[in-house]
């Protein structure tokens, strides 16, 4: 099974901008559908999102849409975050499609170990 590892939170003020990585341990993902997850201080692990193996289809959640970019390459997957929200703190995780279900985490796997983001505000 793939292990993934995802890199590039921190703290950030509110407005700021952070760009997260997700990349696969001893092989690409250029086969992959993918998606971005967070899990917020107290809460269920909740969709941000995904993208096609291909790239060309991507889906957001409603609460990040305009704000937020999933894009990739053969070897990573990218969130661009931008105008940044305190309400966005959270373990940001990636996480790789084997079954239908777009925005249900149990539809994904091989889940890296988060990367924490801050936003203050």
């Known amino acids: 099974q793939v292990r993934l590892v995802e890199s590039g939170g921190g703290l950030v003020q509110a407005g700021g901008s952070l760009q997260l990585s997700c990349t696969a341990s001893g092989r690409t993902l250029n086969s992959e559908n993918m998606a971005w997850f967070r899990r917020p201080p107290g809460k269920e692990r909740e969709f941000v999102a995904g993208?096609?193996?291909?790239?060309?289809h991507t889906y957001y959640a409603d609460s990040v849409k305009g704000r937020f970019t999933i894009s990739r390459d053969s070897a990573v997957i990218f969130l661009q975050m931008d105008s940044l929200k305190p309400e966005d703190t959270a373990v940001y995780y990636c996480?790789?499609?084997?079954?239908?279900?777009?925005?249900?985490?149990?539809?994904?796997?091989?889940w890296g170990q988060g990367t924490q983001v801050t936003v203050s505000s």
């Open positions: 996480g790789r499609k084997y079954r239908a279900g777009n925005y249900d985490p149990s539809a994904y796997d091989s």
């Open positions: 993208i096609s193996w291909s790239g060309t």
